[in-house]
């Protein structure tokens, strides 16, 4: 008499159970997918070599923190630049500048070493809590081409578990927890340290084996985060900053003003890579409203266009940091600025260091982008020769 009712037992436990892997196969297959898609970038008329991170971190080989690194060698010797992009993957500037560097840019003096993905694991993240998208495709000559959204910090599945507190190396400066996730807490970095201290090592060693002069660091921030639409620079770095952000002001229109970088906040590329290394290092940032939080839905819309509602009500009431007008920031004006600002920090390098100058040819300027769109200066990836794209 009592096995009716175990039987009936038994069924509604396995129909849960069944339900609740359905439910976890359908919820997880896109984040596996997102974590795997690979993005393609096409070795432009300047690339002469393509190197990896573990070539200088050799703990990163084999993990998600390794990455490419694409070198642009000029016809002439000079001075060497390091363009690093994707440091944080939810501000996609840094890495759309980087990859039209690689897939347009010819040095004629000088050298570039240029990382789309410096936080690979990050770009293989996402913040599903804030309604994140996992991709977001540009608009080109030749149809579309898709790139991976990431998460500000890397992966827990590929550095766990994070600490009570951070302890940054070597200040030892209290940090909170998550930003030994973040790329832009870890510098100078450690050879057998977490993760992404093994990446900014790695990147550390680059400039230093390579004698690096310029390490440029690209972002984006909130438009209601006082440090954005800005070149940030140590003392050592802030005169060139300062006529960088002169120059395309005057002849560019655009501001791009100069904030010092805080000697006691360790961990920063802004710091870090002048105190430790050999180059001068610059971070910049671009002004992206998806970012910030009083917005609408997140959408890829508002990423690429960045028009709020919102935030264009709280501009009329002086509560952004930057001009903000039904025109929103879009995605070619943030790249095109990137653009601008690191060719002119070449230029003034050029001007003040004539025995090793960087010239770079091939790249579009502000105005450039602006007018033709980002996808304009994109290559196609089907068009490339046998051996012409790499994966990412």
Same mark, same amino acid.
């Not at 060698?73 to 440091?87: D, F, I, S, V, Y």
């Not at 653009?339 to 040819?361: C, D, G, H």
């Given at each position: 008499m009592k096995a009716a009712p175990?039987? !009936? +037992? #038994? *069924?509604? $436990? #396995?129909? *849960?159970?069944?339900? =609740?892997? &359905? %439910?976890? *196969?359908?919820? &997880? %297959?896109? %984040?596996y997918r997102h974590r795997h898609f690979d993005v393609p970038i096409v070795k432009g008329p300047g690339v002469t070599a393509v190197l990896r991170l573990s070539d200088f971190s050799p703990r990163l080989k084999g993990t998600p923190g390794d990455t490419a690194i694409y070198v642009l060698q000029g016809r002439e010797p000079g001075g060497k630049a390091l363009l690093m992009g994707n440091t944080h993957s939810n501000e996609p500037e840094g890495m759309l500048s980087a990859v039209i560097y690689i897939e347009n840019a010819v040095v004629e003096k000088g050298a570039l070493y240029v990382i789309p993905f410096l936080n690979n694991s990050g770009s293989r993240n996402t913040r599903p809590g804030d309604g994140y998208p996992l991709y977001f495709d540009v608009a080109t000559d030749w149809g579309r081409r $898709? =790139? $991976? =959204?990431?998460? $500000?910090?890397?992966?827990?599945?590929?550095?766990? /578990?994070? /600490? +009570?507190?951070y302890i940054h190396y070597p200040e030892r400066q209290l940090l909170s927890y998550i930003d030994v996730r973040n790329t832009n807490r870890t510098w100078p970095g450690r050879a057998d340290g977490p993760l992404m201290e093994r990446v900014t090592f790695g990147a550390m060693e680059l400039m230093r084996r390579e004698k690096i002069d310029l390490a440029i660091d690209i972002h984006g921030a909130e438009t209601m985060f006082p440090v954005t639409n800005c070149i940030v620079a140590p003392e050592s770095s802030v005169k060139i900053a300062t006529l960088a952000s002169l120059t395309v002001k005057a002849m560019e229109g655009f501001e791009s003003h100069v904030e010092p970088s805080p000697a006691g906040f360790r961990g920063l590329s802004h710091r870090e890579i002048g105190d430790h290394g050999p180059s001068l290092p610059f971070l910049l940032e671009a002004p992206i409203p998806f970012l910030d939080q009083p917005t609408g839905p997140k959408t890829t819309q508002l990423l690429l266009d960045g028009k709020d509602p919102f935030l264009l009500s709280l501009s009329k !009431?002086?509560? *952004? =940091?930057? /001009?903000? +007008?039904?025109g929103g920031w879009p995605l070619e004006k943030r790249v095109g600025q990137h653009m601008s600002v690191t060719l002119e920090i070449f230029r003034q390098y050029t001007k003040k260091t004539a025995a090793r100058p960087i010239v770079v040819r091939g790249v579009p300027r502000y105005a450039d982008v602006v007018k033709a769109g980002v996808g304009r200066f994109l290559?196609?990836?089907?068009?490339? /020769?046998a051996g012409g794209v790499v994966m990412n």
């Amino acid at each position: 008499m009592k096995a009716a009712p175990m039987k !009936k +037992d #038994t *069924l509604s $436990r #396995t129909f *849960l159970a069944a339900a =609740f892997a &359905g %439910l976890a *196969l359908w919820g &997880g %297959l896109p %984040l596996y997918r997102h974590r795997h898609f690979d993005v393609p970038i096409v070795k432009g008329p300047g690339v002469t070599a393509v190197l990896r991170l573990s070539d200088f971190s050799p703990r990163l080989k084999g993990t998600p923190g390794d990455t490419a690194i694409y070198v642009l060698q000029g016809r002439e010797p000079g001075g060497k630049a390091l363009l690093m992009g994707n440091t944080h993957s939810n501000e996609p500037e840094g890495m759309l500048s980087a990859v039209i560097y690689i897939e347009n840019a010819v040095v004629e003096k000088g050298a570039l070493y240029v990382i789309p993905f410096l936080n690979n694991s990050g770009s293989r993240n996402t913040r599903p809590g804030d309604g994140y998208p996992l991709y977001f495709d540009v608009a080109t000559d030749w149809g579309r081409r $898709r =790139f $991976r =959204f990431g998460n $500000r910090d890397a992966s827990p599945l590929d550095q766990w /578990p994070d /600490p +009570d507190v951070y302890i940054h190396y070597p200040e030892r400066q209290l940090l909170s927890y998550i930003d030994v996730r973040n790329t832009n807490r870890t510098w100078p970095g450690r050879a057998d340290g977490p993760l992404m201290e093994r990446v900014t090592f790695g990147a550390m060693e680059l400039m230093r084996r390579e004698k690096i002069d310029l390490a440029i660091d690209i972002h984006g921030a909130e438009t209601m985060f006082p440090v954005t639409n800005c070149i940030v620079a140590p003392e050592s770095s802030v005169k060139i900053a300062t006529l960088a952000s002169l120059t395309v002001k005057a002849m560019e229109g655009f501001e791009s003003h100069v904030e010092p970088s805080p000697a006691g906040f360790r961990g920063l590329s802004h710091r870090e890579i002048g105190d430790h290394g050999p180059s001068l290092p610059f971070l910049l940032e671009a002004p992206i409203p998806f970012l910030d939080q009083p917005t609408g839905p997140k959408t890829t819309q508002l990423l690429l266009d960045g028009k709020d509602p919102f935030l264009l009500s709280l501009s009329k !009431k002086k509560k *952004l =940091f930057v /001009p903000y +007008d039904e025109g929103g920031w879009p995605l070619e004006k943030r790249v095109g600025q990137h653009m601008s600002v690191t060719l002119e920090i070449f230029r003034q390098y050029t001007k003040k260091t004539a025995a090793r100058p960087i010239v770079v040819r091939g790249v579009p300027r502000y105005a450039d982008v602006v007018k033709a769109g980002v996808g304009r200066f994109l290559a196609d990836p089907s068009k490339a /020769p046998a051996g012409g794209v790499v994966m990412n």
